[in-house]
């Protein structure tokens, strides 16, 4: 059987667990404890592929609850930032681009309380057109999948006495929020520009 590896799968999925998987191998031996994998037997390297892309639906199965409580803090995700109004000055576009966007999706699917993004989403995606949105969504899901994986090592860093080795990966966390959120804001502009520009 031959699998090609899809941009979402690879981003989203396998990176995120790779780099778990490793920096969690570096401090176990750091410390002495467990020596989990072998990179230069090649047999060995396949297998940790397998086991990553596990571990990477793992990852992305607790990093769905992060991303919920990152968005409740900003009261809904970018594509309900049209009904809602975003907390600490975030917005998708001005007022003018704004009305216009939610125009054009009253017209199509009516008001009320929709959800706007997955339906403007579908159009896109059933005309062919979703290409450069997908890119997005896999680069949010990326820094959703390592924002989780270096909570963890920052948990591991702890646990196992690594002095102020926990201060890397706690840096990087708030470096992979601040991504995350803005590949968020960047999927949903783009769903709804290309929206806006369809017949």
Known sequence: M???FSFYEFAGIIAPSVIFLFFLDFMLKKTGAIFLFDFSNFGESLVFIVIAYGVGHVLQSFGYYIEKFIWLIFNGRPTEWLLKKPRFGQKLFEDGET??????????????????????????HVDGKADRVEIFNGNFS????????????????????LG??????LFLLSLSVIRMIHFGKCYAREVYRIFILMN
Do not use: S
């Open 142 to 161: 990326l820094f959703r999948g390592l924002v989780i994986c270096f909570l963890l090592l920052m948990i591991v860093a702890v646990h196992l006495n």
């Open 99 to 124: 009305k216009k966007v939610l125009g054009k999706l009253e017209k199509e699917f009516g008001t009320g309380e929709k959800d706007y993004g997955r339906l403007a989403f579908t159009k896109v």
């Open 2 to 4: 031959n699998k090609e």
């Open 164 to 169: 102020r080795w926990y201060l890397l990966p």
